[in-house]
């Protein structure tokens, strides 16, 4: 009897000893789950390298780098520290052209004058052979003379509903094309209809904040040849067979990095920074990285 009651104590002890050390395992997995997401995979940078194949290219852009970034959301995980890594990173490329796809701003976070100035410098560090191009996103409208600003002052070419051209060695130019965020309320791809309609005169790379801008294009019968977009960050947070969970307004279908429709070559960057909620998970920041090929 007594041998009964002394094996149902040591038997209740070690369940409560197993439960407290299941339960000590769980705070620690949701501890270090939560400083991953918080303090680590925000932190990080990677980039992602994508070729371009397209026989419509001139045979003088043969190997053409562009390195593309997006949203930062100077503030929220991204502050100066960070903001020149990515600029050292970019250099390490050595691109011909690099392109801005808007939101540097967090419309939640005060920008003083200082950061103004910092970021302005930072980003003036940015190197690119032939040129560096800018559009607004949506979060930057509130602070858009800031942003114009800062841009400017960091020597890139701001397209706001603009095209521009570049040359070498040969006559047939690479064709930019910025138009404003969607969102924002100021887009505009009607002055270029006209010139652009069914097939673009030149090679045509068309930079727009949210990618939902290819539904525009394509009921317009506008085929531009790649398409670079930001936007989405890709939810922020991506569980396995979830997919991706904290998507922000404008992102409608578009979730994923690529889309392949009607000629058009859409490419989505998971942008840098993040909005709302200062989490990642299985969603790394990146620069995205592309050499174009005619062959």
Do not use: C
Not at 2 to 26: P, Q, V
């Amino acid at each position: 009897m007594n041998e009964n009651i002394e094996t149902k104590k040591i038997k209740n002890s070690w369940i409560k000893k197993f439960i407290k050390f299941f339960l000590l395992i769980l705070v620690f997995l949701g501890l270090f789950f939560y400083l991953y997401i918080r303090y680590f995979e925000p932190k990080m940078v990677i980039v992602n390298e994508k070729s371009i194949i397209d026989s419509n290219l001139p045979e003088s852009f043969n190997g053409f780098k562009i390195v593309h970034f997006s949203d930062i959301f100077y503030g929220s995980s991204i502050n100066d520290k960070e903001l020149k890594k990515i600029v050292k990173k970019i250099n390490e490329l050595k691109p011909d052209v690099i392109v801005y796809t808007g939101d540097l701003f967090n419309n939640t976070i005060n920008i003083n004058d200082e950061n103004i100035e910092n970021i302005k410098n930072i980003l003036k560090n940015t190197e690119a052979k032939f040129k560096k191009y800018a559009i607004i996103g949506d979060s930057d409208y509130i602070n858009k003379d800031k942003y114009l600003e800062i841009m400017n002052g960091a020597n890139f070419t701001f397209l706001d509903n603009e095209d521009d051209f570049i040359y070498y060695k040969g006559n047939d130019p690479l064709q930019f094309v910025g138009t404003s965020s969607i969102l924002g309320g100021e887009n505009n791809i009607d002055k270029f209809i006209s010139k652009n309609l069914n097939d673009p005169e030149y090679f045509q790379i068309w930079l727009n904040h949210e990618p939902i801008i290819i539904d525009n294009l394509l009921d317009n019968e506008i085929h531009p040849n790649i398409l670079l977009t930001g936007h989405t960050l890709n939810g922020l947070v991506n569980f396995p067979f979830m997919g991706y969970l904290l998507k922000q307004d404008g992102i409608s279908k578009y979730t994923n990095d690529f889309y392949h429709k009607k000629r058009i070559n859409m490419f989505v960057s998971n942008g840098l920074g993040t909005y709302k909620y200062n989490i990642r998970f299985m969603n790394i920041p990146s620069i995205n990285f592309y050499r174009l090929y005619n062959n």
